[in-house]
């Protein structure tokens, strides 16, 4: 097998849940094949780059194996490689000040200390 459907081929290797997620994202134009923007219908050939942006995560992808049925995950893994870049450290959140459970409401001096350091909830629409 040369080429498949690349909604086909994005469902096939787990990268959309189901085909029609796929084939949603590529006419959103949030997949690209080789820096072109693709269809559900574009085909696919090995060596091909894909870029897919599927559940708010881009993943850049190499063609190494075109398959046209769903197959188990470890044998889905190996018909590309994956180019996506690790994601950015998530910056260190301050250290609030931690109340122990049950130990009542706080009193108005421990208020204005968590005031102070910012552990407000958001204000309420």
């Not at 959309?16 to 693709?38: M, W």
């Not at 398959?67 to 018909?79: D, S």
Request: proline share 11%; with cysteine.
């Amino acid at each position: 097998m040369e080429s498949t459907r690349l909604d086909r081929w994005l469902w096939s290797v787990r990268l959309a849940k189901t085909r029609s997620d796929a084939a949603a994202a590529c006419r959103g134009g949030h997949v690209r094949v080789n820096d072109r923007p693709a269809k559900p219908a574009t085909a696919v050939h090995p060596g091909d780059e894909v870029r897919a942006r599927v559940y708010e995560q881009t993943r850049i992808v190499e063609v190494t194996k075109v398959i046209q049925k769903r197959v188990g995950a470890p044998e889905a893994q190996a018909c590309y490689l994956d180019h996506t870049p690790p994601p950015p450290p998530k910056e260190a959140r301050p250290v609030f000040a931690v109340r122990d459970r049950g130990t009542g409401r706080p009193t108005k001096r421990e208020r204005r200390m968590l005031d102070q350091l910012g552990a407000l909830r958001p204000p309420r629409p």
